[in-house]
Structure formats: C-alpha cells, structure tokens
C-alpha cells in the first residue's frame, strides 16, 4: 500500500520566531539553541537540527479530531525550515533512525492500531497498517521522548 509522509507547514510556526521571550512564555513556547546532532528533529524539515541552528520548542496540536484521542504535545521547528516533502513511499533519514511508535487512526478519529517500530522498519509497517481499509491515516510519534513526528496517508 503506497503511502506519503506529511510535514507540518512553516506558517503555523513562523510567528514564533518575532515574538519576545514573554510572549513565547505567555504561549507555553520555548526559543532553543541545537547543541547536538541527532536531537533537535525539526517537524517542518523532517530533518535534525544542525548544532548552532535556533528552533522553537512549542505545544502543537496534532490530532485535533472530536474523539478520547484528541492530543498535542511538543514539537521543535527549525527556524526558517522548508516544508519536507518526500517522494511517495519515502522515510526521511530523521525518522530511519529513531525508535518509532505508530498510531493508526479510523475516519472517526479512533485508535484502531498501534505499533512501536525501529525506524528502519517504518516503510514496511506504514504499509502493512494501511493495507487495512479501517485505517484512515497514521501519525508517527518518537517513541521515546513520545512527541509527535509527521502525519502518514494513503497515496
């Protein structure tokens, strides 16, 4: 079953990058510094953060249907980040390399799947999962720290 991973789009995150430290503490964000390499996965790029590059640390939504699964958590997004957009079928290196755990979801939002995965397995279970018809979608998550990854669909 073919699939396409989905980065988050720059613009969401792009005001935080103006705004003073008060006003990333007002909205629960953070301004942060890479100082190591993996450890900063930028969700925008789908890429690490190189040491040096400034990122914002700030809650985001990420499953905001009306079900019990409805949930945010944080994400890093490097400043001035391209939107990743990888061929069908492709895991981005971030992802290849990392504990994964996956989360498949129906039309209603539902939890009807779950897996957790070394990352260089992702390809495979991404389409063993959607080889079921009751699975709409798939978030990935890094299953240690538990953040959100990137959104996985159908192609």
Do not use: W
């Amino acid at each position: 079953m073919p699939f396409q991973i989905h980065a988050l789009p720059y613009t969401t995150f792009a005001p935080y990058f103006d705004m003073t430290q008060d006003a990333l503490e007002h909205h629960a964000a953070r301004r942060v510094t890479a100082d190591a390499k993996p450890g900063y996965p930028c969700r925008v790029s789908l890429q690490d953060a190189e040491p040096g590059d400034e990122l914002v640390l700030v809650n985001y939504e990420h499953q905001s249907g009306r079900s019990p699964y409805r949930a945010s958590h944080a994400v890093f997004v490097r400043k001035g980040a391209t939107q990743a957009r990888p061929d069908p079928g492709a895991v981005p290196q971030v992802l290849q390399l990392r504990l994964l755990s996956l989360r498949g979801f129906d039309h209603k939002d539902m939890m009807i799947a779950a897996d957790v995965i070394k990352g260089r397995d992702a390809a495979a279970q991404l389409k063993t999962m959607l080889s079921d018809p009751a699975v709409d979608y798939i978030h990935i998550h890094y299953a240690k720290p538990g953040c959100f990854a990137a959104r996985v669909t159908r192609v």
